[in-house]
């Protein structure tokens, strides 16, 4: 069964080029992101891996942490590590799962319970590990997106979900489309207008079920 939204992840043990770590506590206090792909030394990944490394500054600001995923073992991503921050012009210094036995990518539903990996694999025999999940601190699920081989991640966009999740979960709003860190957000149905007016002062009426009002210091 897939994991959904608010689901808590599975406690892990998984071994990574950084050492043996348990995925609760590795998480802890802070926001997380785990980023898959389905081999090292593959052109797109080695992009996106490069840009999540370029971020770092960001992911720290927001208290969050990042970790890869691949099937592919620890001598091969410490390998890889030197071309990501060739084509990315950055120290790649987050953890990178060696999920050799698939438990991670069929636990996160990545893959189906039956898939293995065959001799002389190539990457579309794990194509489908491609996903991106955005953890809270209470460990439980609370974004995820999926993508084809051929296309690469936008990691502004996952840093700006990242910030739309945390502005929602810490200041009770709602973030609308196209949102970004200092734009209006929308005051929950849930919230009367009186309430609205205590907590948020004043606020605009777009629809009867649709107010907005700038984001509370």
């Known amino acids: 069964m897939a994991l959904r939204i608010n689901d808590t992840i599975p406690n892990l043990t998984v071994v990574t080029d ?7 506590d590795w998480v802890g206090d802070s926001w997380a992101i785990l980023f898959s792909h389905p081999k090292d030394f593959t052109p797109v990944c080695t ?16 208290g969050t942490k990042v970790m890869g995923i691949s099937v592919d073992g620890v001598e091969d ?11 990315g012009g950055a120290k790649p210094g987050f953890p990178i799962v060696a999920d050799t036995d698939l438990q991670v990518s069929k636990a996160f539903d990545m ?3 039956e ?25 439980k699920l609370k974004l995820s997106m999926v993508y084809p081989m051929n296309v690469g991640r936008n990691f502004a966009e996952v840093l700006r979900a990242l910030d739309g999740l945390q502005t929602a979960n810490g200041k009770g709003v709602a973030t609308p489309a196209n949102w970004n ?22 606020f605009t009426t777009v629809l009867p079920y649709l107010r907005k009002t700038k984001l509370p210091a």
């Open 47 to 62: 992009t996106e891996f490069g840009a999540v490394a370029q971020l770092a500054d960001e992911w720290a600001k927001r």
């Open 181 to 202: 860190l200092g734009d209006d957000v929308i005051i929950p149905t849930a919230v009367s207008d009186a309430d609205a007016k205590a907590k948020f002062g004043e």
């Open 77 to 87: 991503h410490v390998k890889w590590k030197k071309d990501i921050e060739v084509a």
């Open 115 to 139: 898939a293995y990996l065959p001799d002389g694999r190539t990457p579309n025999d794990t194509a489908t590990v491609r996903a991106v999940f955005i953890i809270g601190p209470d460990k």
């Open 111 to 113: 893959l189906p319970a």
């Open 18 to 24: 950084q050492g043996e770590l348990k995925l609760h």
